[in-house]
């Protein structure tokens, strides 16, 4: 799934991708918004599924990728076509596409909190704090903190 401890899904498929060249992922999960499915598919998964699709949608899906093939659900397949349409509509400013929390989540580590004080901060989970952090660094691009600064210098957003 997308959000699991220290290590998010997207970034689990980049690695998973890269080092079994020849697998095929499968990503299952309840996130429908337009920007996981992009993501995902950019960091190299062959299917995407939501969590409440039928269980036969399910079987025909791991027997598309066990054949070697991509399967995509009916909402993951609108994402797409639409993305193919206007290839530039989600992408062209990922800081736009960051939501409000993340956005202050950004911020706060531009600053110098670590993800502790965040969460402190901002009356929140460690693993909630954890979690923006982890998908603005993923919409933005970026491995760490340090490269989230260079963003936040190089595109004017500092205070």
């Known amino acids: 799934?997308?959000?699991?401890?220290?290590?998010?899904?997207?970034?689990?498929?980049?690695?998973?991708?890269?080092?079994?060249?020849?697998?095929?992922?499968?990503?299952?999960?309840?996130?429908?918004?337009?920007?996981?499915?992009?993501?995902?598919?950019?960091?190299?998964?062959?299917?995407?599924?939501?969590?409440?699709?039928?269980?036969?949608?399910?079987?025909?899906?791991?027997?598309?990728?066990?054949?070697?093939?991509?399967?995509f659900g009916?909402?993951?397949?609108?994402?797409?076509?639409?993305?193919?349409?206007?290839?530039?509509?989600?992408?062209?400013?990922?800081y736009r596409d960051l939501t409000d929390r993340e956005r202050e989540v950004f911020h706060l580590i531009v600053e110098g909190m670590t993800t502790k004080e965040i969460a402190r901060h901002l009356s929140i989970s460690t693993k909630t704090a954890e979690n923006h952090r982890f998908r603005a660094m993923d919409k933005l691009g970026a491995r760490n903190s340090a490269e989230l600064i260079r963003y936040a210098v190089k595109h004017g957003l500092l205070d």
Not at 22 to 27: N, P, Q
Not at 75 to 86: D, E, N, P
């Open 74 to 94: 009916s909402h993951a397949s609108r994402v797409l076509a639409q993305q193919v349409k206007q290839p530039n509509s989600r992408m062209e400013d990922p």
């Open 1 to 71: 799934d997308i959000s699991m401890p220290k290590l998010n899904g997207i970034e689990v498929i980049r690695r998973l991708s890269k080092e079994l060249e020849h697998s095929r992922i499968l990503v299952l999960t309840m996130h429908a918004e337009e920007e996981y499915v992009l993501h995902v598919v950019r960091a190299g998964a062959s299917g995407f599924l939501l969590k409440d699709s039928a269980s036969e949608e399910l079987i025909d899906a791991v027997r598309m990728l066990a054949g070697g093939r991509g399967y």
